[in-house]
Structure formats: structure tokens, C-alpha cells
């Protein structure tokens, strides 16, 4: 019963592959998957207490995974709930669609529970290639999405390539691939600079998937060429299983190492790269693909002080992100036409058109910039203090400034859904369906309730760990 919901969520994925072979008419995969990934989220609820080490002692479920897990089924369910269909596919891919969104999730919850290398290797590559096999079929002339999906696929390839010869690297220094075993005596290995090498190496697949600097190369073309439902799944739910999995190797290199030094570089680099590079982006995927460089950076601000208040306020601020973003790909895709890239300049005039949308982005990029009460200020608040108590003082002040720095190009967006435009108020007004009415009010209700109790969710995250 411990592993019932992956069993769950394999069966889900064998049900869309049923679908793949009938002929269905257009909607009913979405029913389908409107079902089962509420499923998925029961049943991640249900199995929250369970706990033991299965298959060798290679698959632990724990506290520590359940809370992921629960994270990656409450994504998958709101990324198949967005809209009213698939905007963005033929109808003939509709169930093509979900089967691979549903293996990729399936390797995502087996990627929070590996305890050995080879395993958690495994586990990664199957949530990789299934959303490397999504970009490509979105629908159009086939150029932006098929030059994303090359990018992609050889970046995260590249990537995926030098984990694994760094893996070995690992092996060959402990002569273990077991996760428990290595985070008490790797430590000591850390001293020579072959053992720092091997784990820069072994990261690089965790820091592509977090698209941490310089890792971050694909990540805007990815965001603006693939559709809008596939950017939003690629702009979530791969960065909750690098979490998990960083937080679980981070004890592999122990405190005050070179290794940790590196990873306060990248963090400041990233804060401060993706936050200058979204000030001129004129798509709004662009400006959330440089965006998730920058929150990518705080992220490792909690993770790299390796303690369990900073390893919490990385799991609040991921999931955090998880709502605050989604909320924004949730208005990208109902006031997108025919599948097209929203621009700010689309965003003209949207509280005219629909004042739940306008508001919905509005608390989404207030959360993004770290204004309170949102979940995105607290996130923030968490992971500097952490920085503050590990002695990182000018890690601290630069993730402070890149605060500053990201408020302009947030409320960029704002400004221009709340803006009178003659133009845009003549527009034709943006219809919601009951679900996405619900979905808009949860949203706004759940970045504000996070980020006004976050007392409770730290505690959780901190007993889960």
C-alpha cells in the first residue's frame, strides 16, 4: 500500500494509452483526465502517512517524498484543468497529450522517493522524455516548436550525459550508488577535488530541469515555442522534483564545502541574470521564462544552507511558485486565441473583458515579485533568513536587490491589464467556463491564504524532512 500511488498514477497513464487506440471524440480524453488527475490528488493524499523502503532500499516513501508528491499530483490536476481543451493540439493528439503528461508526472513522483543513483537517474530520464516528445506537437507551422523541441531535447541529452559520467565519477570515489549510504561518508571525500568534480557533474541534469545559470540556455526559446499547457507543465512540475531531489543530495557535500561556495555563485548569478533579461521581454512566456531563472536562484538559496529551515522554506517557496505561476499560464491560456503567444500588449484593457482574470494575474505577479501577503513574500522571506543564519550576507543583500529589480517587469503586466484602452475595452469579453471561474477564485484565495498562514506550512515541510 505504500507504493499505491504510483500504481495509481501508472494505471492512469495505461487508461490514456487505452484512449490513444479508440477513437474518441473530442473532450472525452480531457474528462478522462479531469478524473483521474483529481484521483491523483486523493490518493496522494491518502497515502500521505505511509512510509518504507521498497525494492532493495532503492525506493524510500517517507514524509519527505508524500509532501512532493502531493505537490506534483495538486500541478498535474491544475495544469489538465486550465481551460475549457487542448487549445493547442489536434484533436487526434488530445489523448497522446495527457498519456505523456501522465508518464512524465509518474517519473517525477518516482524521482522524490529514489535512494540510489542509477534509480534516481532512471526516474528522471522517464519524466524527461516524455515532455521532450510534447513540445513538438503542438499545433501550427511547425517551425518555433520543432526548433524549441531540438533545444530541448540536445540540451537536456547534454545535460543527462555529464550526470551520468559524473555518477560514475562517484561510484569509482565511494563505491556505492546508495543516496543514505553516500550522504554520511561522502563528506569526507569531499576534501579531495575529484570528489567536488564528480558532484558538480552529477548535478548538471538537476540544474538544467531547475534552469539554474549557466543551465538556463533553453529555457525561453522552450517557454515561447511550446504551447501554452506544455510551457506551464515545464515551468512547474519538473522544478518540484529538482527540488526534492537537491535537497536530498545537497547532504552529500556537508556544510561550509567548496561545493556549497559553488552553489551560492550560481544562485546569485542566476537571481540576477534572469531578473535583468526579463526587464525587456515584451511575450509574457519569454518574461516567465526569465523569470524562473531568477526563482530558480532562490530556490537554491534554501537549499544550499543545508539545514532543515532552509531546506523548508525551498519546499514552501516551490510550492509557492507552483500556484503563483500556474495562476498566470491560467489567464495566458483563456485570452490566448487560436493558441497564440500572449504579448503584454495583449494584456491591454483585460479587467474590461473579464475582471477575474485581470485580478487573478494581478495577485499572481504580486506573489512573483514577493509583495505581501502572497505566498511569494513570505517564500522570499524564508529563504534569505535561512541565507542570513547560514552567514551568506551578500547572497542575502543580492537576492534582496533582485527583489527590487523584479517588481518593475511584474507590475509591467499588471499596469497593463488594469490600463484604460479604448481599443482593448471594445474587445469581445473573455467567457469562463464555471470550472475556470472556480479555478480563478482558487487561486487567488490559495497564494493569499499561503502566504498569510505560512506558520503551518513550514511546520509541515519541517517535520517532512
Do not use: C
Not at 69 to 77: R, W
Not at 375 to 403: C, D, E, P, R
Not at 456 to 463: E, G, N, S, V
Amino acid at each position: 500500500m505504500a507504493f499505491a500511488h504510483e500504481i495509481y498514477v501508472a494505471l492512469a497513464a495505461v487508461v490514456f494509452f487505452i484512449l490513444t487506440l479508440a477513437e474518441t471524440g473530442r473532450g472525452t480524453p480531457r474528462r478522462f483526465a479531469l478524473l483521474l488527475s483529481a484521483g491523483a490528488v486523493l490518493s496522494a493524499l491518502w497515502a500521505f502517512g505511509a512510509h518504507g523502503d521498497l525494492f532493495g532500499a532503492t525506493y524510500r516513501v517517507d514524509a519527505f517524498s508524500q509532501t512532493f508528491k502531493v505537490l506534483i499530483s495538486l500541478g498535474f490536476f491544475i495544469v489538465v484543468a486550465l481551460g475549457d481543451g487542448l487549445k493547442s493540439y489536434e484533436t487526434e493528439h488530445e489523448a497522446e497529450y495527457y498519456l505523456f503528461l501522465s508518464i512524465s508526472v509518474l517519473g517525477l513522483t518516482l524521482l522524490t522517493s529514489a535512494m540510489n543513483l542509477l534509480t534516481l537517474y532512471i526516474a528522471l530520464e522517464v519524466a524527461s522524455y516524455a515532455l521532450y516528445i510534447l513540445v513538438p506537437l503542438r499545433r501550427g507551422d511547425g517551425s518555433p516548436q520543432v526548433e524549441a523541441a531540438i533545444k530541448y531535447i540536445l540540451f537536456g541529452a547534454a545535460a543527462s550525459g555529464v550526470s551520468l559520467f559524473g555518477i560514475s565519477y562517484v561510484f569509482g570515489l565511494a563505491h556505492t550508488t546508495d543516496i543514505a549510504t553516500l550522504v554520511k561518508t561522502y563528506p569526507a571525500i569531499m576534501a579531495e577535488p575529484m570528489g567536488l568534480v564528480a558532484l558538480s557533474m552529477m548535478f548538471a541534469s538537476f540544474f538544467f530541469k531547475l534552469a539554474i545559470f549557466p543551465f538556463h540556455v533553453w529555457t525561453p526559446d522552450v517557454y515561447e515555442g511550446a504551447a501554452n499547457e506544455t510551457s506551464a507543465i515545464i515551468a512547474t512540475l519538473p522544478k518540484i522534483g529538482a527540488v526534492a531531489v537537491l535537497i536530498r543530495l545537497t547532504g552529500m557535500a556537508g556544510m561550509g564545502s567548496d561545493f556549497t561556495t559553488l552553489l551560492v555563485v550560481l544562485a546569485a548569478l542566476s537571481m540576477t541574470f534572469g531578473n535583468f533579461a526579463a526587464l525587456v521581454q515584451t511575450d509574457v512566456k519569454r518574461l516567465l521564462a526569465f523569470s524562473s531563472i531568477s526563482h530558480a536562484g532562490y530556490m537554491m538559496t534554501g537549499i544550499l544552507t543545508n539545514t532543515i529551515t532552509g531546506s523548508a522554506s525551498a519546499i514552501y517557496y516551490v510550492g509557492g511558485y507552483l500556484l503563483m505561476n500556474l495562476a498566470i499560464f491560467f489567464v495566458i491560456y483563456n485570452i490566448s486565441t487560436d493558441s497564440e503567444n500572449v504579448t503584454v500588449d495583449d494584456l491591454k484593457g483585460l479587467h474590461s473583458r473579464s475582471p477575474l482574470l485581470a485580478f487573478t494575474l494581478a495577485v499572481g505577479a504580486f506573489g512573483l515579485a514577493g509583495i505581501p501577503p502572497t505566498a511569494g513574500f513570505a517564500g522570499k522571506l524564508f529563504v534569505l533568513t535561512s541565507a542570513f543564519k547560514s552567514q551568506h550576507m551578500w547572497l542575502v543583500i543580492i537576492g534582496a536587490a533582485n527583489t527590487a529589480i523584479s517588481i518593475y517587469y511584474y507590475l509591467k503586466m499588471v499596469r497593463a491589464a488594469y490600463a484604460p484602452d479604448d481599443a482593448a475595452e471594445s474587445a469581445p469579453k473573455v467567457d469562463l467556463s464555471m470550472l475556470g471561474k472556480a479555478l480563478g477564485v482558487a487561486f487567488i484565495l490559495a497564494i493569499l491564504l499561503v502566504g498569510s498562514l505560512p506558520g503551518y506550512f513550514m511546520d509541515l515541510f519541517k517535520h517532512a524532512l
